[in-house]
């Protein structure tokens, strides 16, 4: 069929493409789902509502006298509320079809319209810089919100409805109290006009969409941006801080390390010479160098300011899935799909001993904060600790039901955290190897396990997410969301006040971690 004007609804598991809802013709300048998701409404000279099963017209509303650049349907989706270049809001009863009331006092056009989660009101914005709260049962207008110093393009509530957000071709968005329409907060950073904000499901985070073709995250909070690195071209396996919290190191299935200038947001420098995908990085502890493990068997060492490959380490009879220092920069430990596992001394690059005993490949490598031992995680379901002088096998832990993914010990040393495809990560007792608890809420495989520099909280990644829990009693405390693909690595920054984490959507998102 010829292509034309129309809306194409897609499937976003798979983005298959499913039958057009309206003619060649139709030219449909904003959108709107309704709460139960049957029914999307369309807005050009007039709004039409069309049956997203069948892909029928259901009805058409006619009153605006130019196009219908805003919709927004109540909760309970009885009423619609569009906002129209004739400078009006409109409030449709779409049970009887019947216009309920026109709301009048911008004095150009109406860009945006959102109703609080209540629905007790109505919040529009204007090509004329301001915002209008109305009353959502009479209509009333009940406060003009003045500040934005050019057309506001879109407005947002938060869930709990106690704070409105605005996007502005003056480049800022901007949060107000819901309540009593104060201004709290100005955000500062896109370069071009802001066309769309929208709140995370947890009120925390601001989301904003510019043309200067960028997405930013803020705290919603304190209004700190919150950052997503982008770069790789394909999923980022890996990221590390550097000891101290000024870049962060990725590794990608580009078969690059990528290392970024934590402040900024800007990419430091690529570091390419692996021939397959990069898996693991690690900063040196005095952060002059960089190493690596790769699928191309080996795992390799550079010069973290310039870029400059040092030495590479060959042995490993298959891919390298983790790399790790030693605590005094000596030494490091390598993870493989040939179960084994390798010490180095890192100046040398000399092989200095092989860790036997896994019956399936080595997954992760974690030195103890002392340097006496060695933690790794395998496909075999197991943590062991070794004696890392001797290479000599202390214990085995057994518990979890799939494949140990990540292992990370404690700032003290006491305890180990081990995360696995059986969905859970498990706290131990690293000196006995007892279980002390079960983190069990996750929803999917779990990649990857970090503790906080003070001991107190764990990080994990799983699905599309990253969660956060108290480390002393197992407790959820919060998730962070936004990747579009698996979580594969959390790393937190050396004074604890963000998590990185590293996505297959070929994204680095850094989170701020509120105290």
Same mark, same amino acid.
Not at 109 to 122: E, F, I, Q
Not at 183 to 211: F, K, M
Not at 326 to 355: C, F, K, M
């Given at each position: 069929?010829?292509?034309?004007?129309?809306?194409?609804?897609?499937?976003?598991?798979?983005?298959?493409?499913?039958?057009?809802?309206?003619?060649?013709?139709?030219?449909?300048?904003?959108?709107?789902?309704s709460?139960? =998701?049957?029914?999307?409404?369309?807005?050009?000279?007039?709004?039409?509502?069309?049956?997203?099963?069948?892909?029928?017209?259901?009805?058409?509303?006619? *009153?605006?006298?130019?196009?219908?650049?805003?919709?927004?349907w109540?909760?309970?989706?009885?009423?619609?509320?569009?906002?129209?270049?004739?400078?009006?809001?409109?409030?449709?009863?779409?049970?009887?079809?019947?216009?309920?009331?026109?709301?009048?006092?911008?004095?150009?056009?109406?860009? #945006?319209?959102?109703? #609080?989660?209540?629905?007790?009101?109505?919040? #529009?914005?204007?090509?004329?810089?301001?915002?209008?709260?109305?009353?959502?049962?009479?209509?009333?207008?009940?406060?003009?919100?003045?500040?934005?110093?050019?057309?506001?393009?879109?407005?947002?509530?938060?869930?709990?409805?106690?704070?409105?957000?605005?996007?502005?071709?003056?480049?800022?968005?901007?949060?107000?109290?819901? /309540?009593?329409?104060?201004?709290?907060?100005t955000? /500062?950073?896109?370069?071009?006009?802001?066309?769309?904000?929208a709140?995370?499901?947890? =009120?925390?985070?601001?989301?904003?969409?510019?043309?200067?073709?960028?997405?930013?995250?803020?705290?919603?909070?304190?209004?700190q941006?919150?950052?997503?690195?982008?770069?790789?071209?394909?999923?980022?396996?890996?990221?590390?801080?550097?000891?101290?919290?000024?870049?962060?190191?990725?590794?990608?299935?580009?078969?690059?390390?990528?290392v970024w200038?934590?402040?900024?947001?800007?990419?430091?420098?690529?570091?390419?010479?692996?021939?397959?995908?990069?898996?693991?990085?690690?900063?040196?502890?005095?952060g002059?160098?960089?190493?690596?493990?790769?699928?191309?068997?080996?795992?390799?060492?550079?010069?973290?300011?310039?870029?400059?490959?040092?030495?590479?380490?060959?042995?490993?009879?298959?891919?390298?899935?983790?790399?790790?220092? #030693?605590?005094? *920069?000596?030494?490091?430990?390598?993870?493989?799909?040939?179960?084994?596992?390798?010490?180095? &001394?890192?100046?040398?690059?000399?092989?200095?001993?092989?860790?036997?005993?896994?019956?399936?490949?080595v997954?992760?490598?974690?030195?103890?904060?002392?340097?006496?031992?060695?933690?790794?995680?395998?496909?075999?379901?197991?943590?062991?600790?070794?004696?890392?002088e001797?290479?000599?096998?202390?214990?085995?832990? /057994?518990?979890?039901?799939?494949?140990?993914?990540?292992?990370?010990?404690?700032?003290?040393?006491?305890?180990?955290?081990?995360?696995?495809?059986?969905?859970?990560?498990?706290?131990?007792?690293?000196?006995?190897?007892?279980?002390?608890?079960?983190?069990? &809420?996750?929803?999917?495989?779990?990649?990857?396990?970090?503790?906080?520099?003070?001991?107190?909280?764990?990080?994990?990644?799983?699905?599309?997410?990253?969660?956060?829990?108290?480390? &002393?009693? *197992?407790?959820?405390?919060?998730?962070?969301?936004?990747?579009?693909?698996?979580?594969?690595?959390?790393?937190?920054?050396?004074?604890?006040?963000?998590?990185?984490?590293?996505?297959?959507?070929?994204?680095?998102?850094?989170?701020?971690?509120?105290?």
């Amino acid at each position: 069929m010829a292509s034309g004007i129309g809306i194409w609804l897609y499937d976003v598991e798979n983005f298959e493409q499913t039958p057009r809802l309206v003619g060649e013709n139709t030219y449909a300048l904003s959108v709107a789902w309704s709460p139960d =998701g049957r029914n999307l409404a369309l807005g050009s000279w007039n709004i039409s509502a069309w049956d997203t099963t069948t892909t029928q017209l259901l009805w058409t509303l006619e *009153g605006h006298a130019s196009w219908v650049s805003s919709m927004a349907w109540l909760p309970d989706g009885r009423y619609l509320a569009s906002g129209s270049w004739d400078r009006t809001v409109r409030v449709w009863d779409t049970w009887t079809r019947q216009l309920v009331w026109t709301l009048e006092g911008h004095t150009t056009a109406v860009l #945006s319209a959102a109703w #609080s989660p209540d629905g007790r009101y109505l919040a #529009s914005g204007s090509d004329d810089s301001t915002i209008r709260i109305w009353e959502g049962e009479t209509g009333k207008l009940l406060r003009t919100l003045e500040g934005h110093g050019s057309d506001v393009n879109s407005v947002a509530w938060s869930l709990d409805g106690r704070y409105l957000a605005s996007g502005s071709s003056d480049n800022t968005v901007r949060v107000w109290d819901g /309540e009593t329409g104060q201004l709290l907060q100005t955000l /500062e950073g896109h370069t071009d006009s802001v066309s769309s904000v929208a709140w995370s499901l947890d =009120g925390r985070y601001l989301a904003s969409g510019s043309s200067d073709g960028t997405i930013r995250v803020w705290g919603a909070v304190n209004g700190q941006l919150l950052q997503t690195l982008e770069g790789h071209t394909s999923r980022v396996s890996s990221v590390a801080w550097s000891p101290d919290g000024r870049h962060l190191a990725s590794g990608s299935s580009d078969n690059t390390i990528r290392v970024w200038d934590t402040a900024s947001g800007t990419l430091a420098g690529t570091l390419e010479g692996h021939i397959d995908l990069a898996h693991s990085v690690a900063w040196s502890p005095d952060g002059r160098y960089l190493a690596s493990s790769s699928d191309d068997n080996s795992v390799r060492i550079w010069d973290s300011v310039s870029g400059q490959l040092l030495r590479a380490f060959e042995g490993h009879e298959s891919s390298v899935d983790s790399v790790a220092w #030693s605590p005094d *920069g000596r030494y490091l430990a390598s993870g493989s799909w040939d179960d084994t596992v390798r010490v180095w &001394e890192a100046e040398t690059g000399q092989h200095l001993r092989t860790l036997t005993g896994h019956a399936d490949p080595v997954l992760s490598v974690a030195w103890s904060p002392d340097g006496r031992y060695l933690a790794t995680g395998s496909w075999d379901n197991a943590v062991r600790v070794w004696d890392a002088e001797t290479g000599r096998r202390l214990r085995t832990i /057994e518990g979890h039901a799939d494949e140990v993914n990540s292992v990370a010990w404690s700032p003290d040393g006491r305890y180990l955290a081990s995360a696995s495809a059986d969905n859970t990560v498990r706290v131990w007792d690293a000196r006995t190897g007892r279980r002390l608890r079960v983190l069990r &809420e996750h929803t999917g495989i779990v990649r990857s396990v970090a503790w906080s520099p003070d001991g107190r909280f764990l990080a994990s990644g799983a699905s599309f997410m990253v969660w956060v829990w108290d480390a &002393e009693t *197992g407790q959820l405390l919060r998730t962070l969301e936004g990747h579009t693909r698996v979580v594969n690595s959390v790393a937190w920054s050396p004074d604890g006040r963000f998590i990185a984490s590293g996505s297959g959507d070929g994204t680095i998102r850094i989170w701020g971690v509120p105290k």
